[in-house]
């Protein structure tokens, strides 16, 4: 009867203790002088520019194609550096089509999608078409549409060329674990140097007098 109590007990304090999500960690940042150390947040939707690393071309490209950019401007939140220049992201080939005949030019669609720093990805967004030559860059939904420059687009293969600059976005909000301010180090206190001064020599005892002679030269001696 008790084992079959305490069994009971066991499980209802099984059944009641909360479940915890699991969350990840806080990204680090590196730090800028005088920066704060309070935690901060990238919050969602910050700009990032990225920059093509090389040439992404619908003619050798397919549908599903990841391709690599880089950061191109760094990225600060209140002092720190939270996305540094030059970090690794990623992008990925959509849909394209072919250059085809009667001036049909190959089409290209782009999504942004992360962006790597110290070990982790931060999700991106961003959107985009090539078309033609190779010298349009719109972003899907944007002023820039095929139908507009239709008459002006020859059969061309769509071609981002490398160093051409992306705009994306973060997705959500990011934690941020600032570093820890080194303890400040205590100065210690040059070692004195000991001196040493001789002390002035004792001086030597005055010599004696010299002795009176015990001789009186005032007599004289005859030796015969």
Not at 89 to 105: D, I, M, P, Q, Y
Request: overall charge positive; proline content about 10%.
């Amino acid at each position: 009867m008790k084992s079959a109590i305490a069994c009971s007990v066991a499980i209802l304090c099984t059944v009641a203790q909360p479940t915890t999500a699991q969350t990840a960690a806080p990204l680090p940042v590196a730090p800028t002088p005088e920066a704060g150390s309070a935690a901060m947040t990238l919050p969602a939707n910050t700009e990032v520019m990225l920059r093509m690393n090389s040439d992404l071309s619908s003619k050798t490209a397919r549908e599903g194609t990841m391709f690599d950019l880089s950061v191109a401007t760094p990225v600060m939140v209140e002092g720190f550096v939270v996305i540094p220049m030059n970090a690794r992201a990623v992008g990925e080939v959509t849909w394209l089509t072919g250059k085809g005949a009667f001036g049909k030019s190959g089409k290209m669609n782009i999504e942004l999608r992360y962006i790597e720093v110290a070990g982790r990805r931060i999700p991106v967004k961003g959107s985009y078409r090539q078309e033609g030559e190779g010298n349009t860059a719109a972003t899907i939904g944007g002023v820039i549409a095929a139908g507009v420059f239709a008459g002006f687009i020859t059969g061309k293969t769509a071609v981002i060329p490398a160093g051409r600059e992306l705009k994306a976005f973060t997705q959500n909000d990011i934690a941020l674990a600032p570093p820890r301010r080194p303890a400040p180090m205590m100065v210690q206190p040059a070692p004195m140097q000991a001196s040493y001064t001789p002390s002035p020599a004792a001086p030597k005892p005055a010599s004696p007098p010299p002795r009176a002679s015990m001789v009186d030269h005032s007599l004289e001696i005859n030796l015969k």
